[in-house]
């Protein structure tokens, strides 16, 4: 009867039946496996309703859940996982099936491994996109399987006591649930192997071997709680204790991403939200309390936006109430008052939004909010609201503007418009100036803060091709690679500081330092990260992203340059050019565009095209035609995504080669 109840799920798997069938198989492989065993003390210790003191071990392991997730164990492990799986999708499902197996060993109890193990690897499912219901099914019934393999090892060493045979103990108590752990590891790779959420790696030793040795401190914490709970040194509650200091010990001092005030705020969030019961009305405050005085100062901290990660890891931008108040004295020229309609299509937590829905509300005027971006929606947004100003990214400018029946609709009510975020065309521009009415404001600025330069598009036409110049209480410097000021007309990085200007990024002192310059008299400015130049009316042209600048066989070479030609083929809407590794170059410019609706050209014909518009020294190594360009939420180009791709695509190729390549030998081999 029990291999037959182990068989049934394996085959229902296999089916794909839905998760609430594999929770009903768990269950019944529990019962079975225990009950094939004659009743004896042993069983009295599994079933036996938990004492007072065991339940202890379920608050130690939910904290030591949220210090894996906090301070980058987590992480470390799932990073090995994928390395062990080259990168597929099931590394998530597989971490957390065996996270939940270690947990379970360590506390003896389900309720607290689904607890901490939902804590380390649910919501990283979620961000990268499996689906909820397979998330939660997934950590519930591996919850299960814990409670199921754990116990059976359990029962080796209580053999004796139960006066079973060692051999029958095992059998009947681990090899069903060990079995029924594989049937449903294929489940889970059935499901998840083949999608692209998580694109799949080349695996490779060396890659396995750097990950293994950044994990190898969490893969030793539960080996060495495990031989403590099995070898008698302590119970399951002492190893929560147990595996929260080795967890705080391994992210302060070993991977060092989080100090002690870190760990203060977290046990005191996690005792408060965890273990504090109670009706809502628990957390308000008593009747007749008032809020204890705080003193506002210009530097207190006011909001933390993160930054579009489109050069890396997303961080933490601090900024404070002198940055806020500044960007609302900056748009005192823009139309901004009571009677005035801003209609914001851009995420809330983005500082594009910010910046208009602060000054709107500030001011008294409405704020007009959508849903998700639509182009028609926008459009039947601004006309039956009757908006009058609107600030977005030259991609959302282009996707209106592209709309059939745009010239249509009424936008007379539009007293200006803002574009911010990336770079705007010269031909986006005058577009915006012909079609749409109302004043036109070309930004340029960070979510950091630092120098803004304005370009009042409408009163300088002759000015498209810059981003205007620094507002008043704005200075903008030019650095050179020696990191001093160059001449006028000379390009470099561009430096900006002002009354805007963000205190640093979150727990990381690094990147801030890396972010600030000082000149000569100690004043502090911000980085840009940009390339670009003052002409002689001091107004500043952008040249490119410093990190962007491909350097081709010892040729500085501008993408925007290059994305700048290619949008004046008939064909194309929108173009990003990266580079990529070159053997013979170094780099090489690598081109993705993007066809206007209802068009279709070759790509090597567009390459071709592009190439006799093109200095020798910028010609492209290959053209790749795509149906959309990475974007952020926000709509800012995703350049490393497209780099990334590529190389990806490369590595592939070069697999299939050696791959067949060596298929072809042996079979020539074979033949001789």
């Not at 004659?38 to 904290?63: E, K």
């Not at 957390?96 to 649910?122: D, K, N």
């Not at 396995?208 to 030793?220: D, F, H, K, M």
């Amino acid at each position: 009867m029990t291999w037959a109840m182990t068989v049934l799920p394996v085959a229902l798997l296999l089916l794909g039946f839905p998760i609430f069938v594999i929770l009903l198989a768990t269950s019944a492989i529990v019962i079975i496996s225990f009950y094939a065993i004659p009743p004896t003390a042993l069983q009295q210790v599994m079933f036996g309703t938990l004492d007072s003191s065991a339940l202890l071990a379920v608050p130690f392991f939910i904290f030591a859940g949220e210090i894996m997730g906090f301070g980058g164990i987590s992480r470390r492990l799932v990073d090995w996982t994928k390395s062990l799986l080259g990168g597929t999708k099931a590394s998530l499902p597989i971490t957390t099936v065996g996270t939940c197996v270690v947990f379970g060993a360590i506390s003896g109890s389900s309720a607290a491994t689904v607890a901490a193990v939902g804590r380390i690897t649910f919501k990283p499912m979620v961000d990268a996109g499996y689906d909820v219901r397979f998330a939660a099914g997934l950590l519930t019934a591996s919850g299960l399987i814990d409670n199921m393999i754990p116990p059976a090892i359990a029962m080796i060493l209580y053999a004796a006591v139960a006066e079973q045979s060692l051999v029958r103990v095992f059998t009947a108590g681990f090899v069903p649930g060990f079995l029924f752990a594989l049937a449903f590891v294929a489940y889970i790779l059935a499901k998840s192997w083949r999608s692209t959420i998580d694109p799949p790696e080349p695996f490779t030793w060396r890659r396995l071997a750097r990950e293994t040795v950044n994990a190898a401190w969490a893969l030793g914490m539960p080996l060495i709680i495990l031989g403590g709970i099995y070898s008698g040194l302590f119970s399951a509650t002492e190893a929560g204790g147990v595996a929260c200091i080795y967890a705080i010990i391994v992210s302060m001092l070993v991977y060092r991403e989080v100090g002690f005030a870190d760990f203060i705020r977290l046990s005191r969030r996690a005792a408060y939200i965890k273990f504090t019961a109670g009706s809502f009305e628990d957390w308000l405050a008593p009747p007749g309390a008032r809020p204890q005085p705080v003193t506002v100062l210009p530097e207190s901290p006011f909001n933390i936006i993160y930054s579009s990660g489109t050069t890396g890891i997303p961080k933490g931008i601090v900024q404070p109430h002198a940055l806020r108040w500044g960007s609302l004295r900056q748009t005192r020229d823009r139309g901004f008052g009571r009677d005035m309609v801003t209609l914001a299509s851009t995420p809330l937590y983005s500082n594009t939004t910010l910046i208009s829905t602060l000054s709107t509300l500030a001011r008294g005027g409405c704020v007009v909010l959508m849903e998700k971006f639509d182009a028609t929606v926008f459009l039947d947004l601004a006309q039956r609201e009757r908006a009058t100003y609107a600030i977005m990214v030259p991609v959302q400018f282009q996707r209106i503007l592209a709309c059939p029946g745009f010239d249509n609709y009424d936008l007379s009510s539009f007293r200006a418009k803002s574009c911010a975020g990336a770079p705007c065309p010269i031909e986006l521009k005058r577009e915006i100036l012909a079609r749409w009415p109302g004043q036109f404001f070309d930004v340029y600025g960070m979510t950091e803060g630092g120098g803004v330069c304005m370009l009042a598009a409408h009163d300088l036409p002759g000015k498209l091709h810059t981003v205007g110049k620094p507002l008043p209480g704005h200075e903008m410097l030019i650095i050179g690679e020696d990191n001093r000021p160059v001449e006028t007309g000379s390009s470099g990085e561009i430096v900006g500081r002002s009354y805007n200007m963000m205190t640093g990024y979150r727990r990381q002192a690094g990147k801030t330092q890396e972010a600030e310059w000082f000149s000569a008299d100690g004043q502090r400015y911000l980085r840009t990260g940009d390339i670009g130049y003052f002409d002689e009316d001091g107004f500043l042209v952008l040249i490119d992203r410093k990190k962007d600048m491909i350097i081709s066989g010892g040729f500085n070479i501008y993408p925007s340059d290059l994305e700048a030609v290619l949008r004046t083929h008939p064909d194309i809407a929108e173009a990003a050019v990266v580079g990529v590794p070159s053997r013979q170059w170094g780099e090489t410019p690598v081109a993705f565009v993007v066809l206007k609706e209802g068009r279709t050209v070759l790509p090597a014909a567009a390459k071709d095209w592009a190439n006799l518009n093109l200095g020798k020294t910028q010609r492209l190594a290959e053209l790749h035609v795509l149906s959309d360009l990475p974007r952020s939420a926000v709509g800012k180009l995703l350049k490393r995504e497209l780099r990334d791709r590529y190389v990806q695509s490369l590595a592939h190729a070069a697999a299939s080669i050696n791959a067949a390549a060596k298929a072809a030998f042996c079979e020539g081999a074979n033949d001789g």
